[in-house]
């Protein structure tokens, strides 16, 4: 019998993104559903995600999974026989599991304030943002990847993000690539997998989509 894989997500959610990302690397077919989470949540969200109301829910033969990072640990142990995300020896597990946890805190948090703050707080923000992105950089090195030769679990956590730079840097009138070109050159590398393009929408809807956000909260 073929397992049940459903999708609760939003499109622009860089975290929806990585639960897409780890389902097309390890080759699992699954449904997709698209959440209104602004003004009309279904019923099946609130039923699967009754805690935190909120996308992405992954749905395995009718149990549900919430929060991303924990998603890609599932979808990787449930789905061992390909492409393992997360490294076998602990302490290298331990350490991706740090970097992800380090994005989770700081990266959306920090880019969101690239346009959605103006004044002393936006130029506050830019420059945390460029640190963040730095000491990201200082751990990826001279590595194709996070974890070394293999793309896996921090890439798949942090590369969302990657859609929205575009937008942050816009808003936000201020430029990555001089401080951070070894990570830039770290995302184009990303793109060029299958898993990675089919679920990153196009940075031009989500600067669309930002428009709006500012447009509704009148910033």
């Known amino acids: 019998m073929e397992d049940e894989v459903i999708l609760l997500n ?21 449904e997709y559903r698209e959440e209104d989470v602004a003004n009309n949540k279904s019923p099946l ?29 599932y979808i990787d142990e449930v789905w061992s026989n390909k492409n393992q995300l997360l490294p076998s020896d602990p302490y290298q597990r331990a350490q991706a599991l740090f970097w992800a946890d380090f994005i989770e805190k700081k990266v959306f948090v920090c880019g969101r304030k690239t346009w959605a703050t103006k004044g002393e707080e936006l130029e506050e923000a830019k420059k945390d943002f460029i640190e ?15 974890g070394g030769d293999q ?4 890439d798949i956590v942090l590369i969302g993000f990657y859609s929205w730079f575009p937008a942050y840097q ?20 990303c793109m060029e997998r299958e898993s990675v393009a089919k679920s990153l929408p196009e940075s031009e809807k989500v600067i669309g989509y930002v428009l709006r956000l500012k447009k509704l909260y009148g910033i």
Request: a positive charge.
């Open 45 to 73: 969200l609130l039923e699967m995600n009754p805690i935190y109301k909120k996308i992405p829910v992954l749905i395995h033969n009718g149990k549900p999974v919430c929060e991303s990072i924990i998603q890609v640990q």
């Open 151 to 154: 793309f896996g679990f921090v």
């Open 10 to 30: 939003f499109w622009p959610s860089m975290f929806g993104m990585r639960t897409m990302i780890a389902l097309e690397e390890k080759g699992v077919k699954y």
């Open 170 to 189: 816009k808003f936000g009138n201020f430029s990555i690539e001089p401080e951070c070109s070894k990570l830039m050159v770290w995302g184009k590398r």
């Open 132 to 146: 963040i992105l730095k000491t990201l950089q200082s751990e990826l090195g001279d590595k194709p990847y996070f």
